[in-house]
Nanobody, 115 residues
Framework: QVRVLEPGGGSGQPGGSLKLSCVVS????????MGWYRQSPGKERELVAG???????RYGDAVSGRFHISRDNAKNLVELQMNDLEPEDTSVYYC?????????WGQGSRVTVYS
């Protein structure tokens, strides 16, 4: 069974940095896309960052220029470097990995940026 493990998360201060990681296990397939969405109470789910097998990156408007996503295709590993943190970055971040039209989701990692 495919599992998406995201042991990341944590707390930080405005202007600081955090790093999230996500690993897909239970498959030998290279995921077509990997990345994170986040959702906060009272807000809609929004894209944080995504990266394709070919290294094409996409960022949500709220994090563009501050976050950087990368991946290791051989390990089905994706990492999100979060810089210049803002209080608005506080949310639950959900790792997502998919291929062939099927998406698998992680349990979610809580990120808190103190205001």
């Amino acid at each position: 069974q495919v599992r998406v493990l995201e042991p990341g998360g944590g707390s930080g201060q405005p202007g600081g940095s955090l790093k999230l990681s996500c690993v897909v296990s239970g498959t030998t397939s290279m995921m077509e896309g990997m990345g994170w969405y986040r959702q906060s109470p009272g807000k809609e789910r929004e894209l944080v960052a995504g990266i394709s097998r070919g290294g094409m990156r996409r960022y949500g408007d709220a994090v563009s220029g501050r976050f950087h996503i990368s991946r290791d295709n051989a390990k089905n590993l994706v990492e999100l470097q979060m810089n210049d943190l803002e209080p608005e970055d506080t949310s639950v971040y959900y790792c997502c990995a998919g291929t062939g039209g099927v998406n698998d989701w992680g349990q979610g990692s809580r990120v808190t940026v103190y205001s």
